[in-house]
């Protein structure tokens, strides 16, 4: 009898071991890698360009240590890609299709203050919600001002208009705006 409380204790302790490690899984929106490069391409009055902001140690810690002021021409129109990657280890890992992938949780936000913008989100979850990797920006007067640029995860509570302080913030980051003639 002793032996098998003596056997039936070890296998506890040993399933309770393995049933503490959580496995890695690449499709679980609650796991998070950093994202410390963020580039925006846009293309429209007869160029293209692209912006970058890389902010190797992520949220907190150190400022950023590159933020490209993004120029565009006043009353011109443009077609807007962002991109959102990790490059810790010496590697540069995209992340944009996961977050793509993960999109019923997630939704980029582009707030302008001090210039005219109008920013309208042109891709859609799964469930038919903005998403904002793609964006249509159509340009105002002349000026300058900057963009509160946020990726917000959005587990579970995801709608089709929602307000940019709903769920937390996977990266929130001010940019110069710069629009001239």
Not at 87 to 108: F, N
């Amino acid at each position: 009898m002793k032996r098998h409380i003596i056997v039936l204790c070890v296998l506890s302790l040993v399933a309770g071991f393995v049933s503490c490690k959580k496995a890695s899984d690449p499709n679980d929106e609650n796991e998070h890698e950093a994202i410390n490069k963020i580039t925006l391409s846009f293309s429209g009055a007869g160029t293209t360009a692209t912006f970058t902001i890389e902010d190797p140690d992520g949220d907190g810690g150190n400022p950023p240590t590159r933020i490209d002021t993004i120029r565009l021409k006043a009353g011109q129109t443009y077609t807007s890609a962002i991109g959102f990657k990790n490059l810790s280890g010496g590697t540069e890992r995209d992340l944009t299709a996961g977050i793509a992938a993960q999109g019923k949780a997630h939704e980029v936000f582009y707030l302008p203050t001090g210039v005219t913008l109008t920013i309208s989100k042109t891709d859609k979850d799964a469930n038919g919600y903005p998403l904002g990797l793609n964006a249509s920006w159509v340009v105002g007067t002349a000026g300058t001002g900057s963009l509160t640029l946020k990726l917000m995860h959005k587990s579970g509570i995801k709608g089709p208009n929602d307000a940019p302080t709903l769920g937390h913030s996977d990266v929130q980051i001010m940019v110069p705006v710069r629009i001239t003639n």
